[in-house]
């Protein structure tokens, strides 16, 4: 090998890692930016946001759907390790009222997240694959609720999805309403599909 060629790899090292960089600041500026606005803002919100030129994220991302579905495939990622983790408690109904619990609170401050959510317009293979393995983990939550006994029965997994649209429903009533307001019919709906006597569910709004 040359000296020339011996010295290619090294000063291609610096390029590579200002790239990478430069991703990892262009999908941090689009959950920050998707989660505030929603899917309605633009590559160009993002690039502002992130102090970069709006060609260094084309370059990265091609369009708004790319980048869209790069953030949302981490941020369900990340709520699929959460409902992985509850496999591991020995409750199994308070380990499936927690994840929903904070996978909905992450939710609540994150307008992008729960457009996706909502809608489900995004069909890239990452979100499919992310998509599947929280009901997969949400699955097996239930059926370890259900041995346990502490899942009312008739409730099966299909149900999860319906309860956190419900949720999502409350997060976006008209009029001004405490922000926590969702958390009260969240512990009403978990008191109604436990099989034993959990606490009755907060009064109040907050």
Known sequence: MSKREDRAPAAARPLRR??????RRILRAGREVFAERGLQATLNDVAHHAG??????????PDKQALA???????LDEIAGMARAGLD?????????????????????????????????????????ARQEIERHCTDLVAK?????????????ADIAPIAAMIDAVMTLPGDRPPGLWRRYLEIILYGI???????????DA
């Open 194 to 204: 436990h099989a034993g006597t959990p606490p009755p569910p907060a009064e109040g």
């Open 52 to 61: 970069l030129g709006v060609g260094t994220v084309y370059r990265k991302f």
């Open 18 to 23: 200002d790239a990478e960089l430069n991703r």
């Open 89 to 129: 408690e020995g409750d199994a109904f308070a380990a499936l009222a927690r994840f929903l619990e904070d996978a909905l609170a992450r939710a609540a401050h994150n307008r992008g997240l729960r457009e996706v959510m909502r809608r489900g317009g995004m069909d890239g293979d990452g979100l499919a694959r």
């Open 145 to 157: 609720a259900r041995a346990q006994g502490t899942l009312r029965a008739g409730i099966t997994e």
């Open 69 to 75: 579905e790069a953030v949302f495939v981490e941020e």
